[in-house]
């Protein structure tokens, strides 16, 4: 009886442990101590390992402090021990929308089917039809949960949201937008309002919606403020106010820009980049008044060493540089003297003292050897001196010492200059994520991050997300939204967005360009005249001298585009893209040394430059030369000074030497070192497929090449080739209709990219499936382009054959 007595004591006392975590934690997250809230929670889940509701409030609170990798886990380990928590299931596919929507439709559905009339289950429905761009879908979801649940403010919330995308989508097509839709969307948000007293999102949407609603300024207003006063504590208020700046900074209302910044001080006093924005309205609104802000913030926080910070940023942007640095001097010595040092060392690097930075960390690292500071100036050095591989690894270590925002965002642009994509998007989002930096800087970044990957429909997400949040654009903000509307397809938008830029009574030159560049075939005196504009303000521009040269030579004036790039010289040395221009220009003149000289230069200057290595190459080939060529290019290549794209061309010459073993040999190689490579796996599925040989892996490289490079001709031919040679004829007629297709549209401005090899790929495709005389006009079309192309006598005999009836298939 003793034993079982000790055994019911020591229940007895860890459950009233677990329920004392409990109460503790409930009280701390009433406090908004979201970090003591944690570890009593994670001591009560200790305590009882089985328990979902203790994984559910730990997922909860991840989910307040923007940490939806930790909440999802917690989110799926409630439905692990508890299948039927449909809450967990409902919060987990809100996090995975856009991430993982197989998994939120998964986790939606099952919801559905254990409870048909669950209302938010028809939300989350309706917010994956919208994370997958499909309104319609969305609407009728968000219907069945108002008609489910009349009284559900989120349900309301939702509809109003679906119209609003509904809004955007008639927006971007240039549509007209009937009045019923913004009266549809301001009815659901006005429910919304009712159901949620003292909620500010429902309101703050109708702020939104009234902003791109012609005529309700004054409704927007209105809208925003009463999200502030019917905001229930302090930090409500603040994001209310926050959500009211994106309003105001577009319609640069001042006065009301300067009230919400005003709140948002008040209500969150460590919002420190609030403080800098109010100073910096102040200050352009008086001279003066931004130091008088400062001097609030510094009286309210005088220990907050961001706010020295910040002090210290606002009067090097007034070019009060000599101030700036001795205010953070002042902090050196300080309890945050680390913090007071890195920042000097930033702005020595901004003002370009390279010097001057060095000297400061070298100060830093003897004062403060471990701190997690130094390892952020150190990386800040590194990404200034363009060492972005130690730079990333410098700022890494930082991170695993101290998570801020700068510091991921620093990360971000490291790994942009890298080229490494995925780990660049990463660093950006966990920075949205923390905080504490510009938004408008955080969403640039991303923005070019996602341009950067070809990663499109996500460039435009966060522009329209700058747009909404932040309020206001710069012009190459704008021009990047442009450029990506072009990019798919969007041509009606984007065109727009460029008229607004060109609208200005000074367009920057990038807008002139990229108009010239994307509409010269529709408008081409309009597109000329811009070209001419920009090369007024700036001869050397190599983009607006590539597209004028191009025109001059259509137009055959070689000696005009000579002359535009030699006036670009008189500016300065030209840089290797110029110099490479020179040498094309040149070329097409068949002036050989001219052009070899100037392309060796542009070579010499930049080895990685796109073309250059081509074009030398194609010099020695036009002169006969592809001995000297080849030679050339294997001396640069055993002295390591041949890049991968470089071997690629050295391969591509051995085959037009008929060396097919030595490219084939060299292309591997390639490959092997760099599997990003589409022309080097396009050219060895052509290789294999014309052997016979490997004819699956051959398949392969071309799908894959084709992945890469869409838009390329020459890839869709060699895929189509693979085909023909695995005796699939169908797909391979489709490559190579769209090899021409792609060869057409090129031809606009290069008449040789119509190839005959194309047309008689086609042919061949064409007698294999019995269309003899479609086959006969393909044969005829490669001949009247050339009549000496490679396999010319072959069409001449197929031709004759087809005519006579005595071809057959092969």
């Known amino acids: 009886m003793l034993f079982v007595a000790a055994g019911l004591g020591a229940c007895s006392s860890k ?17 908004d101590q979201t970090k003591e809230a944690l570890l009593e929670l994670r001591s009560a889940l200790q305590l009882d390992p089985k328990s979902a509701e203790v994984n559910y409030q730990i997922a909860e609170l991840f989910r307040k402090e923007n940490r939806p990798a930790d909440a999802a886990f917690h989110y799926r380990e409630t439905t692990r021990l508890d299948p039927t928590r449909s809450d967990a299931a409902l919060a987990e596919a809100k996090l995975t929308l856009f991430d993982d929507p197989a ?29 997958k761009s499909n309104s319609a879908d969305a609407l009728t979801a968000a219907l069945t949960a108002t008609e489910l649940d009349p009284k559900s403010g989120r349900a309301f919330m939702q509809l109003g949201i679906v119209h609003l995308a509904r809004l955007r989508e008639r ?12 009266q549809d969307a301001e009815k659901a948000f006005q429910r919304a309002a009712e159901l949620y007293p003292t909620g500010i999102q429902p309101r703050i949407e109708l702020g939104r919606l009234y902003s791109v609603w012609a005529g309700h300024g004054e409704q927007a207003k209105a809208a925003y403020r009463s999200a502030i006063d019917n905001a229930s504590d302090a930090r409500h208020r603040a994001r209310a106010a926050s959500a009211a700046l994106g309003f105001a900074n577009a319609t640069n209302d001042q006065e009301f820009l300067k009230s919400a910044l005003e709140v948002i ?9 609030a403080w800098a924005e109010l100073a910096s309205l102040e200050e352009r609104r008086q001279a003066g008044a931004g130091d008088a802000v400062y001097k609030r913030l510094l009286e309210k926080r005088p220990d907050d060493i961001e706010a020295h910070v910040r002090y210290a940023g606002f009067l090097y942007s007034r070019d009060r540089r000599d101030e700036a640095f001795a205010h953070l001097e002042s902090q050196a010595n300080g309890p945050n003297g680390a913090v007071a040092l890195e920042q000097t060392a930033a702005m020595r690097i901004r003002s370009r003292d390279l010097t001057g930075a060095r000297e400061t960390v070298d100060r830093l690292v003897k004062a403060h050897p471990t701190h997690p500071r130094t390892e952020l100036a150190k990386g800040r050095i590194e990404l200034a001196e363009n060492r972005v591989d130690e730079a990333a690894a410098t700022l890494r270590r930082y991170i695993g010492m101290e998570d801020t925002a700068e510091g991921q965002h620093l990360l971000a642009n490291a790994e942009l200059r890298r080229g490494n994509y995925p780990a660049a998007v990463a660093a950006i989002d966990r920075a949205l994520e923390l905080g504490g930096t510009s938004l408008a800087a955080a969403l640039r970044l991303k923005a070019t991050i996602h ?19 932040v309020g206001r654009m710069r012009s190459s903000d704008k021009l990047l939204l442009a450029q990506t509307l072009y990019a798919m397809n969007r041509r ?25 560049q994307r509409e010269i075939q529709r408008e081409p005196q309009r597109a000329r005249a811009y070209l ?3 090369l007024v303000r700036q001869p050397s521009h190599p983009q607006a001298l590539r597209l004028m040269a191009q025109i001059e030579l259509g137009a055959g004036r070689p000696a005009d585009a000579l002359a535009r790039i030699d006036k670009a010289a008189e500016q300065g040395p030209l840089p290797p893209a110029l110099l490479l221009l020179r040498a094309q220009v040149l070329a097409s003149q068949k002036d050989w040394v001219g052009a070899e000289e100037e392309a060796r230069r542009a070579f010499a200057a930049a080895p990685t430059l796109p073309g250059a290595l081509e074009l030398l190459a194609n010099i020695y080939v036009a002169q006969g030369r592809l001995d000297e060529a080849i030679a050339s290019f294997v001396e640069a290549e055993k002295a390591g000074a041949l890049p991968a794209s470089g071997q690629q061309l050295l391969a591509r010459l051995y085959l037009q030497a008929g060396r097919t073993a030595e490219a084939k040999a060299l292309y591997e190689k390639v490959l092997a070192a760099r599997a990003d490579m589409p022309g080097a796996k396009n050219d060895l599925a052509w290789i294999l497929a014309q052997e016979g040989a490997e004819l699956d892996r051959a398949l392969t490289l071309a799908q894959e090449a084709q992945q890469a490079e869409p838009e390329s001709p020459e890839v869709a031919d060699t895929l189509g080739y693979v085909y023909f040679q695995k005796g699939l004829h169908d797909p391979a007629l489709e490559q190579f209709k769209y090899a021409i297709e792609l060869a057409q549209r090129r031809a606009r401005n290069d008449a040789a990219a119509e190839r005959p090899d194309y047309h008689y790929h086609k042919g061949l495709a064409l007698q294999s499936l019995g269309r003899a005389e479609e086959a006969a006009d393909a044969f005829g079309r490669a001949l009247s382009l050339d009549g000496d192309f490679a396999q010319a006598d072959d069409a001449r005999r197929r031709l004759e054959a087809t005519k006579s009836g005595a071809a057959g298939p092969g």
Do not use: C
């Open 103 to 131: 998994r939120a439709e998964e986790l939606i559905e099952g919801v559905l089917q254990r409870e048909p009339n669950n209302a938010i289950a028809y939300v989350r429905r309706s917010e994956l039809a919208l994370a």
């Open 492 to 516: 009606p938008r984007a065109k727009a967005v460029l008229e607004e830029l060109l609208a200005d009574e000074k367009p920057p030159v990038a807008a002139l360009v990229e108009f010239a």
């Open 451 to 469: 341009s950067a990957a070809g990663d499109h429909p996500q460039t435009l997400q966060t522009l329209n997300r700058m747009q909404r949040d």
């Open 532 to 534: 001419e504009q920009a």
């Open 171 to 182: 927006a971007l097509k240039n549509e007209e937008t009937p009045e019923a839709l913004y």
């Open 15 to 31: 459950e009233s442990k677990f329920k004392r975590h409990m109460e503790r934690a409930a009280e701390f997250t009433e406090q």
């Open 265 to 273: 001080v008040d209500s969150v006093p460590e919002r420190i980049d």
